[in-house]
């Protein structure tokens, strides 16, 4: 029997998108198999060839989402009417022009990218498949539009490279526009409550204090539960808060240049109580650059962050290793290169199981089992702490063996000593002095 469809085997409108580009342009020899053509992962039937109305030029024009494909000569090569629609170029005039004019993009901060940033670049210069959801697309007439962008490779790739890449990309402006709105709503609940909030907190405690009320035992543990609930309350609503700033751009950032494991010692210091309550060993280790006649010499690790967010990041993996290990230690350790400082916090905890290692970053999302069903949380911790880290350039990410315990890792683009001093000059330089006449 005939087959009159398409069989799609891989994911995503992308690989759809690939696949017909590659068909089109004759990029992979088709290998033909009874009935069935197949190419890479999609098997497309005969009697489909044959249909005109099934061209992939037609397909690609049917395709709500803008494509575009480029050659390593950075020109565009094929541009689908869904693309021209979103930037405002005509497709005539797009073709053969470089594809940095066509297809501006700007930061959240309505930067425009460094050439090199660019998606399309990317894709180029590293044959690997490159996704943006940050960026907006400055149109023909100046308008900037929230895109989504995924770019890649259509040809093979080598060690230099690839031939030719083809983009995907849509306007998500709803989609931005309603999450501002769900952010805004819960920017305001969280700040509105937190003054009732306040106000209970307060007549707990007045009722806790003898020297105000008198109250028996069993009152006395109901109210010590109440302000517990409230204490957690309390935490969640500061989280959201935050975790709404950080969502939006809208969260407070005073970077400087800081010695990252002077940071770091301290926040240890400050949590070694926590960890001595639950008779935990905790360690802080750093690596050495050189050792003469049993001395130790610590390098410096500066890095430009606001250190009052640094220590919240901190703050945050350091309580959840404590409050996640039963018995055992937690160990940070500090190293790097000449271009990266990396910060290592283990546990020997009950560890995470594979299937949650993805969505730890995640807004709301916990790990459930035994363990975190009996230790509070809000499940925005670990969200907060990558979006802070997102914002000076950085990465954070965890490796875990479920049962055997954790290591949260935190990489920060590091400056050398000549690069630390710069800065600091140029912030000191800025600063207005005080009029002494006044």
Known sequence: MSLTYLIIAVGGPGAVILAFVMFRFGKRRLH???????????????????????????????????????????????????????????????????????????????????????????????????????????????????????????????????????????????????????????????????????????????ALNPKTAKIDDNAQKYLEKAVMSTSHLGELFRDLLTSSKAEDGRISSYPTVVEVGEILEQVAEAERFSAQAKSLELKYVVSKDSESGGKVVRPLYFAYVDPNRL???????????????????????????????????????????????????????????????????????LFICRKIVELYNGRIWVESEFGKGSSFFINLPRLNSQQAMEIKQKQASTISPLDTNA
Do not use: C
């Open 311 to 381: 220590r919240e990041v901190f703050q945050n993996v350091f309580n959840n290793a404590i409050k996640y290990t039963m018995s055992g230690s937690v160990t940070a350790s500090l190293t790097g290169d000449h271009s990266i400082v990396q910060i290592q916090i283990r546990d020997t905890g009950a560890g995470i199981p594979p299937e949650d290692i993805p969505h730890l970053f995640q807004k709301f999302y916990r790990v459930d089992n035994s363990t975190t069903r009996t230790v509070g949380g809000t499940g925005l911790g």
């Open 32 to 206: 033909e198999g009874g009935d069935v053509t197949v190419t890479g992962g999609l098997a497309i039937s005969q009697s489909v060839l044959k249909d005109q109305k099934w061209r992939p030029d037609f397909i690609l024009s049917a395709i709500q989402d803008g494509v575009v494909m480029v050659g390593k000569d950075n020109t565009i090569r094929l541009l689908n009417p869904a693309a021209s629609d979103i930037i405002g170029w005509p497709p005539k005039d797009a073709m053969g022009l470089d594809f940095h004019n066509v297809i501006a993009l700007v930061n959240e901060k309505g930067e425009p990218l460094a050439p090199n940033d660019h998606p399309f670049s990317q894709a180029l210069v590293t044959g690997q498949t490159i996704r943006d959801n940050n960026s907006s697309l400055v149109t023909h007439d100046g308008k900037h539009i929230p895109v989504s962008i995924m770019v890649s490779p259509v040809s093979s790739s080598t060690e230099h490279g690839t031939e030719s890449v083809v983009g995907v990309f849509r306007d998500i402006s709803k989609e931005k526009a309603e999450e501002a709105s769900r952010s805004d709503f819960v920017s305001t609940a969280s700040h509105e409550m937190r003054t009732p909030l306040a106000a209970i907190e307060g007549y707990l405690s007045l």
